[in-house]
């Protein structure tokens, strides 16, 4: 065998080798931009929940708000009731007036209260949803890692494992996904 062929022998056994690791580098070409997907879903997932809770926070401040308005109207209205004032009908029309009032913010407050928790059960599942996105992120991120071993040990078991943990990531942001 000549020197030309022992090397023309070289580069087709590396170039063999080469094209035998395209669907490893295109796995994970492909495990990287579900990464990126993946992490994008998670960060917006994140915000939404930041954001609902501050919403839900906003709603509770006005509901304490208003029960401290009513309870203080309340207040006044059996102080009212109580002293000895010079104008018994104007203070009876107003302790009246304010018993209207009372009615009115007592349905608003059930209804900011209902608000409020409704409110909180968003932001719980939009917690839940981040975390299947946060476990899908993290396992399409091991899957990568895990098959890019193969293409240093040119060992196939690491492609396939790094496959599986993938598919699971893939379920899990699925999953969260169809959580609504």
Known sequence: MEANEAQELQEQQEHGGESSLRPV?????????LVAVTTVLGHRTHTEAVLRQAKASDTWNEYQAKKNRAYDTDLA???????????KDAAKKTAKEW????????DDLKEEQKEALALEAEVKQAEIRANFFDFGEALLEIGLVV??????TRSRIYWYLGIGASIVGVASVVWGMLIK
């Open 99 to 106: 018993s209207e009032h009372q009615g009115k913010w007592a």
């Open 77 to 87: 209205t059996k102080l009212l009731d109580e002293l000895a004032v010079a104008d």
């Open 147 to 152: 098959s890019s071993v193969t293409l240093l």
């Open 25 to 33: 580098a295109f796995t994970m070409s492909v495990l990287a931009v």
